[in-house]
């Protein structure tokens, strides 16, 4: 049973967290114009490290419009609209499958406020790109990496596939990505719950082969970050969908991380937050607190779309617990001298080496959105 913290009694942490974000951000982008950092090394973004793949150049300008939104602040959207602009041209990109982190993030926000429907365009450009990447043979978007592999983490782009399907009543892009969403869910999720990172598939016949990891410890372990993918990207899939299986994928996925996550006071790595992965042994595990905020901020999501108090309730405290861990002094840079990145101790590629304990986009990205949405509940 997680207790419930005081909202009331956290804010004055959240905010504080919130104006901390802020200042990083600006100072980043002070010190680095139009730079687009993936993870920092020893606590600076600038570096010269591999970055395996580009998908986190929606993460700053994402940030930016949650600041304008809460903050109302002209410099911020400034700001947002400029970083928003510097990836315009990607609305084309083939090469990935993340033009939702990119273009959710950042114009979707920007349309949201603004209600311009230039803005609008772009984001429905992006969400039609993203659907040619559908697989015939196997029901799959497929991931950057190649034809016959496909990602827990494009659970996060289908929510602009969905839109530009539904804004623009293209039926065959929406049979395609709820029959992705349908793929994921047969393979990736296991029956306890637990995700899969990658599944692959045999080109000629559309056959399911096996699962497969890159960035958890093992092919049949649980790998952390893809399980926040997996709570949240199932949440949004529901949310356009309206089908109840997603509904049903999200909240298992949720209730594992529940189960193996420890959210107890002396949690090893704080109560809610997880290791990279969570079969690795534990004298090697380390924490990943990017998985912890985008939990987070699913965790949130899903408690308005069920239609069950309890449960809902038990959503909110568990995000709540991890918010609080997440802006104590182990996660937020706030006492930490020279450190450029808000929240510390996420992972990017723990097998590559690539930002190990290290600040990373997303993890801000996320954890910005999820204290935005704890700083809208109301006091109890
Ligand atoms: N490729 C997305 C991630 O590292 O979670």
Not at 11 to 21: D, G, I, V, W
Not at 61 to 82: L, P, Q, R, V
Not at 278 to 304: F, H, M
């Amino acid at each position: 049973m997680i207790q419930k913290p005081s909202i009331k009694k956290l804010r004055p942490k959240l905010e504080t967290a919130f104006e901390f974000s802020q200042m990083q951000v600006k100072n980043l982008i002070s010190n680095s114009p139009d730079f687009f950092p993936m993870y920092t090394v020893k606590g600076k973004w600038k570096h010269d490290g591999e970055s395996w793949t580009n998908w986190c150049e929606g993460f700053l300008g994402g940030m930016m419009w949650i600041f304008y939104k809460n903050t109302g602040n002209s410099w911020w959207e400034e700001k947002a609209k400029h970083y928003s602009l510097l990836i315009e041209e990607r609305k084309h990109d083939r090469d990935v499958h993340d033009l939702g982190f990119l273009f959710w993030s950042t114009w979707k926000r920007w349309y949201d406020l603004t209600g311009d429907k230039s803005v609008k365009e772009t984001v429905l450009t992006a969400g039609k790109t993203l659907g040619k990447r559908f697989k015939e043979k196997g029901q799959y978007l497929r991931s950057f990496v190649a034809e016959e592999s496909l990602f827990i983490d494009i659970m996060m782009n289908v929510g602009i596939i969905y839109y530009a399907a539904i804004e623009t009543g293209d039926q065959k892009l929406l049979e395609k990505v709820n029959q992705h969403c349908l793929t994921t869910r047969r393979y990736l999720i296991r029956g306890d719950g637990s995700t899969s990172h990658e599944g692959l598939f045999n080109l000629e016949t559309g056959e399911f082969i096996r699962q497969s990891t890159h960035q958890g410890w093992r092919d049949d372990s649980s790998w952390a970050r893809g399980q926040g993918w997996a709570i949240y990207g199932f949440g949004t899939a529901y949310s356009f969908s309206k089908d109840e299986r997603f509904l049903d994928a999200a909240q298992t996925c949720a209730d594992f991380y529940l189960e193996r996550t420890s959210f107890a006071e002396d949690a090893i790595y704080g109560p809610g937050v997880p290791p990279n992965d969570w079969e690795e042994p534990v004298e090697t595990a380390i924490a990943e607190s990017s998985a912890a905020a985008i939990t987070a901020s699913g965790l949130l999501n899903l408690a308005k779309l069920i239609d069950n108090d309890e449960k809902s309730s038990q959503y909110i405290s568990a995000a709540l617990v991890i918010l609080d861990t997440l802006t104590s002094p182990k996660y937020l840079a706030i006492h930490t001298d020279g450190w450029e990145g808000i929240l510390k101790e996420g992972i990017y590629h723990q097998r590559k080496g690539l930002g190990v304990s290290e600040s990373v986009m997303w993890g801000e990205h996320f954890f910005v959105e999820a204290l935005a949405k704890a700083l809208e509940l109301e006091d109890e």
